[in-house]
């Protein structure tokens, strides 16, 4: 049986509090992050509300040598790692560098930094342009800057899903440490709010024009008329239960118990959308029944048809108003790949406190949508599991079944021999023998996709999904067949995705340290 991940550290930065003792608390009492959005006059633009974290002061968090080349993303990204590792009492440098690896998710990169050196480069000429610019609007930099600040050498990666990235980060993070890697920083973090990165916000459609922030966004409302976007995210520590015990961690939250993710099929195509699979595999993934599940943090859209099409998966698979649903993000916004780990550390502090946090601004929820929407006040309840939902324009859907450590779950029988792909795999990671840790050396992942060539620094992989990837609960690159992402040990779903190969490849570089 595969040892489970536990969570020992939570480090949160969101619109309604920094820390996870703040955050926790402005959740549970109501306290709202959206504003009108600050940083430029937003008044010739049709949208002007956004989950903001106000006075932040990255010059007391970072060194200095590192503002220059990091963009506000990536500042707020090292902060919640900082806050996560302390909260799990990990000294990086008592731990074997090649042991510890990162993993997260990134949809939107450094806006802020490159709209200024593009403006540097429009108005003064390319050699005002900073160097830094070359990895600093990347998705793969805050994988790269949290570990080179922490000596973290290990399996690490960036995973490119929208809203769905940031559990889709903690699901591969947990495959890491399955497969051995003692501790894994996961998570996501979101900041795009200069105008270039407000105008590609507005341009998805599916913002809420109101200027009200107790109207903007109310999902499963029968008045939800888009959503409000946010910065921030939530960065978290998993660590194989052992290693945790070995070195007396301080705390363990509970445990990463079930993930998968589906892609919804193409348009027309008749069949349904892919979220009730992806919650039904994770599910499966974690041993658990419907019934087992005490709460529902869903992905909660804001927009009307989506909201309908959630409710219609969440109430076909428990029932109607059988199990608690709940969205404390109507207090931060939609934050994207940062908000499915918030959701996740909402899940597990409520394991912690008994407590489900509400959804605020909802009035009317649709009696056609049957869901049990926990509203206005917090329902004390015991909780030792929660389902977490996410849903990424474009298709995708990620769920993730977090559960209180040590909470007993049926064995299941052994299914056999792992599927070729999963040899395969197994054969390319080892091959040819040598002594050294399997991510030795200062690697490079070369991701291909659409015929556009982009290089990541360190040992990092990026991860995009593809809508043409086959649905899977555990979706590893395999280094021999750059086709496709295989199966690692289920069955692929053939009735929520085609199984045509996908847009992206892997390919991981050893420098000559490394052999």
């Known amino acids: 049986m595969r040892s489970p991940a536990v969570v020992t550290g939570i480090g949160v930065m969101a619109p309604n509090g920094t820390g996870g ?119 793969a930099v805050n ?29 591969h993070a947990r495959r890491t440490i399955r497969r051995g890697t003692a501790l894994s920083v996961t998570g996501g973090v979101e900041s795009s709010f200069d105008p270039w990165g407000w105008v590609s916000h507005i341009a998805s459609g599916r913002l809420s024009r109101h200027e009200d922030p107790r ?39 509970g445990e990463i118990a079930g993930y998968a ?42 927009v009307p048809e989506l909201d309908g099409a959630e409710a219609e998966a969440i109430a076909g698979l428990f029932g109607p108003y059988a199990v608690p649903v709940t969205a404390p993000k109507t207090l931060t916004g939609r934050l994207y790949s940062g908000g499915g780990p918030v959701d996740i550390a909402s899940a597990l502090y409520a394991i912690r406190d008994e407590v489900i946090p509400p959804t605020f601004h909802v009035t009317d929820v649709p009696p056609d949508y049957q869901i049990d929407l926990v509203r206005d006040t917090p329902r004390n309840r015991p909780v030792r599991s929660a389902l977490v939902l996410a849903r990424g324009k474009g298709g995708f859907n990620s769920a ?10 049926p064995k299941r029988r052994s299914a056999g021999a792992p599927p070729a792909s999963r040899l395969l ?65 289920r069955p692929t779903s053939t009735a929520s995705a085609p199984q045509t190969s996908a847009t992206a490849a892997w390919v991981p570089l050893r420098t000559p340290e490394s052999k």
């Open 21 to 139: 003792d703040e955050f926790w608390k402005a959740t549970l009492e109501g306290h709202s992050g959206l504003r009108t959005i600050a940083g430029f006059d937003p008044s010739r633009y049709p949208v002007r509300l956004a989950g903001q974290i106000p006075d932040f002061e990255a010059e007391q968090h970072v060194p200095s040598r590192l503002l220059p080349q990091t963009d506000r993303v990536t500042r707020l990204a090292l902060v919640a790692a900082d806050m996560a590792l302390t909260d799990a009492g990990v000294d990086s440098g008592e731990l074997p560098e090649y042991g510890m690896g990162v993993v997260t998710s990134n949809a939107t990169g450094g806006f802020e930094f490159t709209h200024t050196e593009i403006n540097k480069l429009w108005t003064k000429g390319s050699r005002f342009v900073s160097v830094y610019e070359s990895f600093a609007w990347f998705y």
């Open 400 to 409: 993730v079944v977090v559960r209180a450590k040590g909470l007993n779950r």
């Open 425 to 489: 795999y197994d054969v390319w990671r080892t091959w040819p023998p040598r002594a050294e840790p399997e991510s030795a050396g200062v690697g490079m992942a070369v991701a291909f996709r659409r015929s556009r060539t982009v290089l990541a620094p360190t040992n990092a992989m990026v991860l995009r999904r593809s809508s043409t990837m086959s649905s899977s609960t555990d979706r590893t690159p395999c280094g021999p067949c750059t086709a496709r992402p295989h199966n690692t040990g």
């Open 143 to 171: 994988t790269g800057q949290i570990s080179i600040r922490h000596g973290m050498r290990g399996p690490s990666a960036v995973l490119v899903a929208e809203q769905a990235g940031g559990l889709d980060a903690v699901g």
């Open 215 to 253: 109207q903007a966004y109310r999902p499963f409302d029968s008045q939800a008329s888009g959503y409000v976007p946010g910065e921030g995210g939530a960065i978290l520590v998993l660590e194989d239960p052992e290693e945790a015990r070995r070195r007396a961690a301080p705390h363990v939250y």
């Open 261 to 302: 993710a589906t892609f919804d099929p193409r348009p027309g195509s008749g069949r349904p959308p892919g979220l009730r699979r992806a919650a039904e595999l994770a599910l499966d993934d974690a041993r658990m029944r419907p019934d087992e599940i005490e709460v529902v943090f869903a992905d909660a859209a804001g």
